[in-house]
């Protein structure tokens, strides 16, 4: 079958979709992470091929694919590399838009639109993905992995077997502005931006932020962004009801505080072992 002109790159309507999801919640993302977040089924795919390499360019085609027909259409551009040498791709303003309709948010949802992460190697970006994807993690299909050999389907019955973990890509945000002055759309200068956002009632957490650490910055420097995490939360806002009360709750229907006495909602610190600081050798 011939593929179509608009969409050269031979991509499904579904890996399109797939990746414009990731994007619009990770803002910038690899083909591979994209894949393990859409389609983990592909990971048991390809498993007799020679080398590692040749393994991860055939689980991640489709994907790259889409990639690909998105940039061809304006909704995605070259990011750069990783350190490790794989293509990051990011979204254009009009791809921001496209991703926000595949999420069902609003453009103040979705943030404003990301940089070049890759110019410097996007080591903090690929923190942030991998902790969402340990967080979820996505469990293969197990329909789509039959008649692959023994060791692959037995690999991934594991994955299925293993507890679950908290939501899905739908359920996290990246890159969330918390405004201790200015606007959600246009937030003042030296406000908090939240690595991740979770929103997962299912799971017992109706808000988490997380911070997400490579081991690079002095404690006070973290320090410093749980005071800006405290001057958004003591922030007060009218809500549609014409009554103040902490702008937070103006954007997320948190119920009441069920964790102690605090008022605000909890951010959690995720440190991964990528710098030479003294506390990543503990």
């Known amino acids: 079958m011939a593929k179509r002109k608009e969409n050269e790159a031979g991509s499904s309507t579904g890996h399109r979709a797939d990746a414009l999801r990731a ?11 994209i894949q393990r977040l859409s389609s983990p089924h592909l990971t048991y795919r ?7 390499a040749k393994r991860k360019e055939a689980r991640t085609a489709s994907h790259r694919g889409a990639l ?15 350190r490790g040498g794989e293509e990051v791709r990011l979204l254009t303003k009009d791809g ?36 969402v994807i340990a967080m979820i993690p996505p ?31 739908t359920s996290y945000a990246a890159e969330v502005a918390l405004p201790s002055t200015g606007t959600w759309k246009n937030p003042g200068v030296g406000c908090a ?25 002095d404690a006070s420097v973290i320090a410093l962004k749980f005071d800006k995490y405290m001057r958004h939360f003591h922030r007060k806002a009218k809500d549609t009801d014409g009554q103040d009360k902490p702008m937070w709750r103006t954007r997320w ?14 951010v959690l610190l995720v440190f991964n072992q990528v710098g030479s600081g003294p ?3 503990r």
């Open 23 to 33: 994007l619009g919640v990770l803002k910038t993302a690899t083909a591979d992470q």
């Open 46 to 52: 390809h498993t007799t091929k020679d080398t590692a």
């Open 68 to 82: 690909n027909d998105l940039r061809r259409h304006g909704l995605s551009v070259d990011g750069g590399r990783t």
């Open 96 to 131: 921001l838009a496209a991703a926000g309709l595949e999420l069902d948010r609003g453009p103040e949802e979705m943030g404003g639109m990301p940089e070049s992460a890759g110019r410097s190697g996007a080591s903090h970006a690929m923190t942030v993905n991998e902790t």
């Open 139 to 169: 469990k293969p299909d197990l329909d789509l992995v039959a008649g692959e050999p023994a060791e692959a389907v037995a690999a991934a019955q594991a994955w299925v077997d293993a507890p679950d973990g908290i939501g899905s890509i």
């Open 193 to 217: 931006w939240a690595d991740i956002a979770l929103v997962a009632p299912e799971a017992g957490l109706p808000l988490l932020f997380i911070e997400a650490d490579n081991c690079t910055e």
């Open 253 to 266: 229907s948190a119920p009441d505080p069920q964790w102690g006495d605090a008022t605000h909602p909890p």
């Open 279 to 281: 506390r990543c050798s």
